[in-house]
């Protein structure tokens, strides 16, 4: 992310836990963006050390994969999934054609992104 921040004070070695405000000083950008950093890093700790490395809710459970092989579609279905304390949704299904090649590769081509040479032993 660009933009006109002052500078970045964040230092995950510190383990610090919050940004104090003290009278009479200025407040910058970098106490409030110092702050969120913390913030945001805690919760991804957490997250990790609850859910795990990764982990998905039973009852919205996302990123399944589907292979038809009858239409060469790679099918991902939608929902919810945790990787090291980010979560990550996707919200419809979404599919890819699959094209064969010679070997044991294929090429994937979705809506927005191509995968060269994915071993079809991954499905």
């Not at 991902?76 to 090291?84: N, R």
Request: glycine letters at 12%.
């Amino acid at each position: 992310m660009s933009g006109d921040f002052s500078r970045k004070t964040f230092d995950p070695s510190k383990d610090f836990s919050l940004v104090r405000m003290q009278q009479g000083r200025l407040f910058v950008d970098a106490d409030w963006n110092e702050q969120g950093d913390i913030l945001r890093r805690s919760d991804r700790d957490t997250a990790t050390d609850v859910i795990g490395h990764s982990g998905f809710p039973e009852g919205d459970a996302g990123f399944g994969l589907i292979v038809d092989a009858v239409t060469d579609t790679l099918i991902l279905e939608p929902g919810t999934g945790y990787v090291a304390g980010v979560r990550h949704v996707t919200g419809a299904l979404q599919t890819f054609n699959v094209v064969k090649l010679s070997g044991n590769g294929a090429n994937v081509h979705g809506a927005s992104w191509t995968a060269r040479r994915w071993p079809m032993a991954m499905c």
